[in-house]
């Protein structure tokens, strides 16, 4: 099983004035344009998530909606709790246990994002730093879980020249 782990595109400044909500934040143009130029860059490697689990912070609905355009094959966009900033690792993992399915996407924020690729591919200890727009590859043999993955690859935009 292949767990694509996405922090969100670039999204808009901060601003109590224009997003007194934080939640409603979105991206900006420039961002919706950089993620899918990434995504295009990174076509070789074929990312086809059945699933993909989205924070339902627009900002990110907003990613999930660009991985969904960029995949040949329509996929369901689900939107959880539990991957909100105060993300919870157990919940998601709950929620991914019951999709058997071969590649799942979750679209998330930082920290949570670099929290849980430390606690699925390790101990939780290690330092992975995830740009706005990264997006990591972890292989798990069988379920995923927590200390049972490995990281297949990590894609930054500035990696990819984007």
Not at 45 to 65: E, F, G, H, M, N
Not at 132 to 141: E, H, L, N, P, V
């Amino acid at each position: 099983m292949i767990l694509y782990l996405i922090r969100h595109a670039w999204a808009a400044e901060r601003d109590n004035e224009r997003y007194p909500n934080d939640d409603l934040r979105p991206l900006t143009s420039d961002g919706k344009k950089r993620f899918a130029k990434m995504l295009d860059r990174l076509s070789d490697v074929k990312i086809r998530p059945t699933w993909i689990a989205t924070s339902p912070l627009v900002r990110c609905r907003q990613t999930a909606d660009i991985l969904a355009k960029s995949l040949s094959k329509p996929v369901e966009i689900i939107e959880l709790v539990s991957l909100r900033p105060e993300s919870d690792l157990g919940e998601v993992l709950a929620w991914t246990a019951q999709h058997k399915d071969e590649e799942i996407a979750w679209v998330c924020h930082a920290p949570a994002v670099s929290d849980f690729a430390a606690a699925l591919i390790g101990d939780g200890s290690a330092a992975i730093r995830f740009s706005k727009g990264s997006i990591a590859a972890i292989r798990f043999d069988q379920a995923v879980e927590r200390n049972a993955g490995e990281l297949a690859w990590l894609a930054t935009a500035g990696m990819m020249g984007v």
